[in-house]
């Protein structure tokens, strides 16, 4: 085997492509894992294909249900709350490191991304991973890893529930001013701006995705 297609077999790596599978949707809530069908699909060995399986039950992206096997996680309301305020005590209090680790090429970056799921719309695939790579990339200018991997797994698993809310349509438009007045925030180097941006921009999210959850 090529050293190519040994680091596609690694369980880090077929960690990584669930996690993508199930941020992307393709993997929703309550689905179930067969770990021979998973190998297949992926074309992967069972060996790593487990070790990345119960590295995601660790993360909690995937339960382990008694009698059941492995599912994709489902979130319940009060699990959405808990979630959200996760995220509310572990992003705003970064926006100083974020104001301080930023430059004028990370400024550029994030409009464009800002810029790009404007266009978007409410085609909810494609505003996922840019939603993403957006989120991601101010947070890794704190360059606080154990907190860039707290708020990742975090990100992961709101994922499939936003999705829900942005197919709906509703206050797109806020989400997006809301992701430019981060971007503003940087530019302007005003890290009280972008707490505030911050703090607002999670807690509308948990209201509508709370309100989709109902549904």
Known sequence: ????????????????RLRTSIRHGELLPGTRLVQEKLAAELDVSRIPLREALHTLA????????????????????ADIVDLFELR???????????????????IDELQALADEMRAMGADAAGRA?????????????????????FIDQLLHLVEPYSRRWVRSGHELDRI????????EALRTRDASLLRRVITAHVEGARDHVLARHSE
């Not at 085997?1 to 990584?16: D, F, H, L, Q, R």
């Not at 660790?58 to 309301?77: C, D, F, T, W």
Request: aromatic fraction near 4%.
């Open 1 to 16: 085997m090529n050293t190519a297609a040994k680091t596609g077999n690694s369980a880090n790596v077929i960690a990584e």
């Open 58 to 77: 660790a993360e909690g992206l995937i339960e382990v249900l008694p009698q059941r096997g492995m599912h994709v996680a489902e979130l319940s309301r």
């Open 88 to 106: 509310l005590q572990l992003e705003p209090p970064l926006a100083d490191e974020i104001v301080r680790g930023c430059r004028d090429r990370d």
């Open 129 to 149: 991973v840019v939603n993403y790579r957006f989120h991601r990339r101010i947070y890794e200018l704190a360059e606080r890893k154990l907190s860039l991997r």
């Open 176 to 183: 997006d001013d809301e992701h430019a007045a981060m971007v």
